[in-house]
């Protein structure tokens, strides 16, 4: 028995296709490397982190740079998995993380020294909306890290169509760190995938999808996981892989 895509819950599907990869976005390990250098926090710094997946980037700031940490993520999935990852490595008392869709998350104004969303601007309507979020919670002279899609191209009606993205649904590449500008932060650096940061990401899902499918033969949702997986794997390569672009921008706040 096989169950539509449809009927599967979404978290379990994101679980599943990320499940060989700690990050859940088209980064490699050096370049999440190269952005946690680039923090320099200070001493009993404090960072959150929204739609913090299994908590690897947060994890891995906190043990790089000390100081204290808050995940957000409105999976439980990601939140047992990064609670456990905390305990394993003996910063359990220094992060937590909280499962909660990130809009509804309520902090201090102006509480930590660091915010990032890397990947999930969904979650306030759209980049800006996201920068914004992200300032208020932001002390003066903090950072503010925010990873986001961009066009490279004018995306094919054929793209917008099978995916249902809208044209506005992202910027450009300098249109990001306009609009960050423009909401009066100062900008410091973007690190920009590659098409092999892509083609590692999008292929692994199918890769993880196939894995799951074989170790648990009894899930009847299984097929479904598999079959979602490749036909956006198509989509990637169809269209997105010519046509779509990600970086992480960094910005301070003013004092």
Sequence with gaps: MTVPESTVDRWKYYDVIHADQAFWNPLSEAKVAEIIDLLRLPAGARMLDIASGRGEFLLRTVERWGGSGIGVDASPRCIDGAREAAARRGIADTVEFVQSDGAAFEARAESFDAVSCIGASWIWGGY????????????PGGLI?????????????EHLEATGYGHDLFGTHHGNVLAGEEAGLRFLHTIVSNEDDWDHY???????????????PEDPEATAIVERSRREFDHYLRWGREELGWAVYMFRKPL
């Design 128 to 139: 800006r909306g996201t920068l914004e979020a992200l300032t208020r919670w932001t002390k």
């Design 145 to 157: 890290l925010s990873g986001e899609p961009f066009w490279k191209r004018e995306p094919s009606p």
């Design 202 to 216: 999008e292929g692994l899902h199918c890769y993880s999808a196939d894995r799951y499918a074989r170790e648990h």
